[in-house]
């Protein structure tokens, strides 16, 4: 994978600024807002079936997340879901907490069963439950354990015959055939309530300006983990309160140069994810 290709998206991005859809959770919503914003692409924050398919017809990308979920909302994300496919605009899927509760992974199982997804999402616990595997949760958390990060990330593909993007320590990305590893990030990122439902904002907006989602999934991994790093380093930050307002202002001057000289991203080396 070509890093110049990858940094290339980010100005593509910008320059035309994709309405991105998201259906998400009230714990994040203007987190997720702001930086999308800072990011390059315009947000639209939408819970409503009766605005659902028109709303997702006119998107670049259509974003369902489950953090706090209820019925309603499963019914918003399915309508527009549906009206995303029928209009071959991309959908990305964050399951999140899939694994924690009978409901939350049934209801995971639910929106795959009825919409075409173009890219999941989600931590290793929630991309085994939804992939008929188990693996400990705590909450929305997935609990450490010794097993094969790449290789879930391939199985899970193969199961669910999308794109998977397995984010953790380290972030893997696979089509069922080639898994590739992305190692930009910062641990802070762990200690910000909703970054990783960002995160699979930002992977919406790649997405809605480049058709491989592949590539595009990897463009987004590395651009946030770039972004975090560099916020991670300055002066200012002195926690996670700090970190995020610094985050926020490296989504935005974050350049295509910077991407290229700073990624990090590779075929998956089974080995190296032993033990994560």
């Not at 999941?120 to 609990?143: F, L, P, T, Y």
């Not at 696979?174 to 699979?200: D, F, K, M, R």
């Not at 200012?236 to 000289?261: C, R, W, Y």
Request: aromatic share 4%; charged share 20%.
């Amino acid at each position: 994978m070509e890093k110049p290709k990858i940094s290339s998206l980010l100005d593509r991005l910008r320059k035309n600024n994709p309405l991105i859809c998201n259906i998400t959770n009230m714990v994040v919503t203007n987190f997720t807002a702001n930086g999308l914003l800072a990011l390059g692409a315009s947000p639209v924050m939408s819970n409503s079936p009766e605005e659902a398919a028109e709303m997702a017809k006119i998107s670049g990308a259509l974003v369902l997340n489950m953090g706090t979920l209820h019925p309603r909302q499963v019914e918003t994300m399915i309508i527009a879901g549906r009206s995303a496919n029928l209009h071959n605009i991309p959908v990305i899927f964050d399951p999140v907490g899939a694994g924690a509760t009978a409901y939350r992974t049934e209801t995971a199982k639910k929106i795959l069963s009825e919409v075409c997804v173009s890219v999941i999402r989600g931590n290793a616990a929630e991309i085994a439950n939804i992939s008929g595997e188990h693996w400990e949760i705590k909450g929305v958390d997935a609990v450490s354990s010794n097993r094969n990060i790449a290789g879930l990330a391939k199985s899970a593909a193969n199961k669910l015959h999308t794109i998977v993007a397995l984010t953790g320590k380290e972030d893997f990305v696979s089509n069922g055939e080639i898994t590739y590893a992305n190692y930009n990030g910062h641990p802070i990122l762990t200690c910000v309530t909703g970054t990783g439902c960002l995160l699979t904002s930002v992977l919406g907006a790649f997405s809605a300006v480049e058709p491989d989602f592949m590539l595009a999934s990897l463009g987004a991994l590395t651009t946030y983990g770039i972004a975090a790093e560099n916020a991670a380093k300055k002066e200012a930050v002195m926690g996670p309160g700090s970190f995020q307002t610094a985050f926020l202002d490296e989504l935005h001057n974050i350049s295509p140069a910077e991407i290229e000289k700073y990624s990090s991203v590779g075929l998956a080396d089974e080995e190296r994810t032993e033990n994560l």
